[in-house]
């Protein structure tokens, strides 16, 4: 297993449009987490899965947002209805249980342009 | 109150010096571990250091050194022999057992100067 994956690297899409990313965790990871980045800030929390089960959505996350981890494998996150302000970075992090001992393994992100 | 605080948007430092990125914390949870990122400008989150709040000593990595003070609620790190490669972003975060999930600061620019 080579890591987190995150597909696709870039997207830029029209106002309005609906887009969706995909992100493949780390096979033995049950957890798996969604961050949006702009630029000069940190990661911010969107989601998070155990498994299967969506367990926490942040108030970030409009009713546009919508995440998905069928059969606790890969996950998707879709945006309907595009807004400009939806331009970020999104990352997606895994870690293997609830230790605080373990750090979030990282993919490298989708840049999401809307123009 | 924010739950990691970096009040260093900028820092510069002399190629081979050290140099000190701050971060505070604020939890209630007694069991937590505090990490570091980098990011440089390709934008992937590169894991540098953990601390466990159970830890006694502090968390060594190669150049990388975390200077814990659970009481005072810092947790900073110290790079030592700065690198040129060391220029980027560096995330202080915090994940609580009671939570489950890792919550970043704003983050230091480093810049490293020949």
């Known amino acids: 297993d080579t890591g987190v994956s995150q597909n696709p690297r870039h997207k830029i899409t029209k106002r309005g449009q609906n887009v969706t990313f995909r992100c493949d965790p780390i096979s033995e990871h049950n957890r798996l987490y969604w961050y949006r980045q702009t630029l000069g800030q940190g990661p911010e929390f969107l989601t998070y899965f155990q498994n299967e089960a969506q367990l926490e959505k942040s108030r970030l996350l409009s009713d546009r947002f919508s995440a998905e981890r069928p059969k606790g494998s890969f996950s998707t996150l879709e945006i309907q209805r595009t807004e400009q302000g939806d331009s970020a970075m999104y990352l997606c992090?895994?870690?293997?249980?609830?230790?605080?001992?373990?750090?979030?393994?990282f993919g490298q992100g989708t840049r999401l342009t809307v123009v | 109150a924010q739950k990691i605080t970096q009040t260093q948007p900028g820092m510069f430092v002399q190629e081979k010096e050290a140099v000190t990125l701050d971060c505070t914390y604020d939890?209630?949870?007694?069991?937590?571990?505090l990490f570091w990122y980098k990011q440089p400008s390709s934008g992937e989150m590169i894991f540098l250091i953990y601390?466990?709040?159970?830890?006694?000593q502090n968390a060594t990595e190669g150049r990388y050194s975390l200077n814990f003070q659970k009481a005072r609620k810092s947790a900073n790190l110290v790079i030592s022999a700065s690198q040129l490669g060391d220029s980027a972003m560096y995330f202080c975060a915090i994940f609580e057992r009671g939570y489950q999930k890792v919550t970043f600061g704003i983050g230091t620019k480093l810049q490293v100067i020949p």
């Open positions: 992090a895994s870690r293997p249980g609830e230790s605080a001992r373990t750090e979030a393994f």
């Open positions: 601390q466990g709040s159970y830890d006694q």
């Open positions: 939890t209630s949870d007694p069991s937590y571990g």
